[in-house]
């Protein structure tokens, strides 16, 4: 028996976070490319310091993985698979700072059975760098605070400040830190360490590209990122649905059994501190300081805004090494048992689509539309494509035709990290265009009644051709209206 071996057999837990692990690296070639991924990926091909929608980590990444391996739909998933395996790794050194072998074991089952490494390792989104420099900079802060080691405030710093150039709601680290040391009656000391403030100037430092981008760009992102939800926030319309659609999508990151024992310790935490004034333990407090602000404070809201589904990501982190704590093997296994029936589900979807999904967020038909779109170009000749959907199919087919795809900004309408490509539409003057429209829940074969009224005033004439229909299998599962506009007039 070779040494792996034995140290398989010693450590079960690992067979387990393997498993996962290799099965989403062999289902990786049967993904298709999702329009986040086309629409991160074409952010790495137009480098700069940040990006209106978020920070740029996720677009350096996808940029140097196609530039070493290629400009393939399986690099793309590769990348996101390599950074959350890092993640899950990070993960291992963190939790074995706080738990027993046993203990952290059923932490690494639960976080690699958990759906969201799923998603993670699956789509290109920002949560991806965002989950790695999140772990990494906690594993710094505890070396820094309670092994005492100067250097590791210079390191937390830099990940800090990596994790914000990947996501804005990194800065629940800084806020975490200091909730700490505020709540620490034996750390608080550490206020008056120049080590401290030391980091906090560091992981600023480290975010001068996203500032000095916004500086740029009259602060669009950090406009774009608050105002609206600000606004949303501030009408304070009470809405149940919303809260309960919130735990839906949490209790399906997490599966039902771990989010309950969250649910469970959370409420125990929060209770023992209001109620008896009682502080748990200086390390289960380090770990409530990471967790608590942002898986809390995000469902408070939820109520009276819609928090999406990754934004308490970064809280599970530390949360799933306090549920190690507390989860027996009785329940361990029925999480287990539940994420294998999840990912053989999600395997049999992947591979032989059973449920259609009828929204643009799939991976499934871009490649064959941009197949049919090429033929309509040999057709219409010295013709430019766009579209109106925010980014979706402008990104895919951007990839897949790998030329120019313009977006809703042709039409006068803000067009997110479009706006921001440098296109002289100008260029465009007197130019015919084909505009494709995805038909989201297509109920028949029939052509649209009318058109975007944002395009008619753009062009002399419009003409709808036929519709692209996508089948998979015998059925038509997805449907695009197409329209050749005339003359385009780029200055009205």
């Given at each position: 028996m070779s040494k792996f071996s034995r140290f398989l057999k010693k450590h079960p837990g690992l067979t387990w976070v393997l498993g996962f692990q290799i099965f989403r690296f062999f289902l990786l070639p049967f993904m298709g490319l999702m329009p986040q991924d086309g629409y991160y990926y074409m952010y790495g091909q137009h480098l700069s310091l940040s990006y209106f929608d978020h920070p740029g980590m996720i677009a350096y990444?996808?940029?140097?993985?196609?530039?070493?391996?290629?400009?393939?739909?399986?690099?793309?998933?590769?990348?996101?698979?390599?950074?959350?395996s890092l993640t899950i790794f990070s993960f291992y050194k963190l939790a074995s700072l706080f738990l027993s072998q046993e203990k952290l074991w059923r932490s690494m089952i639960l976080v690699a059975s958990s759906i969201f490494i799923s998603i993670l390792s699956f789509n290109s989104t920002p949560d991806v760098p965002l989950l790695l420099f999140w772990t990494l900079s906690v594993l710094c802060l505890y070396k820094a605070i309670f092994e005492q080691k100067k250097w590791f405030w210079i390191l937390s710093g830099i990940a800090m400040g990596l994790a914000f150039d990947s996501k804005y709601t990194a800065l629940l680290l800084q806020f975490g830190l200091l909730a700490f040391l505020v709540f620490s009656n034996k750390y608080r000391k550490l206020f008056l360490s120049p080590?401290?403030?030391?980091?906090?100037?560091?992981?600023?430092?480290?975010?001068?590209?996203?500032?000095?981008?916004?500086?740029?760009?009259?602060?669009?992102?950090?406009?774009?990122?608050?105002?609206?939800?600000?606004?949303?926030?501030?009408?304070?319309?009470?809405?149940p649905e919303?809260?309960?659609?919130?735990?839906?999508?949490?209790?399906?990151?997490?599966?039902?059994?771990?989010?309950?024992?969250?649910?469970?310790?959370?409420?125990?935490?929060?209770?023992?501190?209001?109620?008896?004034?009682?502080?748990?333990?200086?390390?289960?407090?380090?770990?409530?300081?990471?967790?608590?602000?942002?898986?809390?404070?995000?469902?408070?809201?939820?109520?009276?805004?819609?928090?999406?589904?990754?934004?308490?990501?970064?809280?599970?982190?530390?949360?799933?090494?306090?549920?190690?704590?507390?989860?027996?093997?009785?329940?361990?296994?029925?999480?287990?048992?539940?994420?294998?029936?999840?990912?053989?589900?999600?395997?049999?979807?992947?591979?032989?689509?059973?449920?259609?999904?009828?929204?643009?967020?799939?991976?499934?038909?871009?490649?064959?539309?941009?197949?049919?779109?090429?033929?309509?170009?040999?057709?219409?000749?010295?013709?430019?494509?766009?579209?109106?959907?925010?980014?979706?199919?402008?990104?895919?087919?951007?990839?897949?035709?790998?030329?120019?795809?313009?977006?809703q900004n042709i039409v006068g309408l803000s067009a997110k990290q479009f706006d921001y490509l440098?296109?002289?539409?100008?260029?465009?003057?007197?130019?015919?265009?084909?505009?494709?429209?995805?038909?989201?829940?297509f109920k028949n074969d029939l052509k649209k009644d009318n058109v975007h009224p944002s395009v008619p005033p753009k062009f002399t004439s419009i003409t709808q051709l036929e519709p692209i229909f996508v089948n998979k299998g015998t059925n038509k599962e997805r449907k695009f209206w197409i329209y050749l506009c005339k003359n385009y007039k780029a200055s009205e």
């Open positions: 990444i996808l940029r140097v993985f196609t530039d070493i391996f290629g400009q393939f739909i399986f690099v793309i998933k590769l990348a996101d698979f390599t950074i959350t080590w401290l403030w030391f980091s906090l100037i560091i992981s600023i430092a480290v975010t001068f590209p996203v500032w000095y981008w916004n500086y740029q760009n009259e602060f669009a992102s950090f406009v774009f990122q608050s105002s609206e939800r600000t606004s949303s926030i501030s009408e304070f319309q009470v809405r919303l809260f309960f659609g919130a735990l839906g999508f949490q209790m399906f990151l997490l599966l039902p059994i771990l989010f309950s024992v969250i649910i469970v310790f959370s409420f125990k935490y929060i209770k023992r501190a209001l109620l008896k004034f009682k502080l748990p333990p200086q390390k289960t407090l380090f770990l409530l300081a990471f967790f608590v602000p942002t898986f809390v404070g995000f469902l408070l809201i939820t109520p009276i805004y819609w928090v999406k589904l990754n934004w308490m990501m970064p809280a599970y982190i530390t949360g799933i090494i306090i549920a190690g704590m507390f989860i027996s093997k009785k329940l361990l296994k029925a999480q287990v048992i539940a994420s294998i029936v999840f990912h053989l589900a999600l395997t049999a979807q992947v591979l032989f689509y059973l449920v259609p999904i009828k929204s643009d967020d799939t991976w499934v038909g871009w490649k064959e539309l941009s197949d049919e779109v090429k033929i309509l170009q040999e057709k219409y000749p010295n013709t430019f494509i766009f579209s109106v959907d925010g980014y979706k199919t402008s990104a895919q087919l951007r990839f897949f035709l790998d030329q120019k795809i313009y977006a440098g296109d002289d539409v100008s260029l465009l003057e007197g130019k015919d265009a084909l505009f494709i429209d995805s038909d989201k829940r």
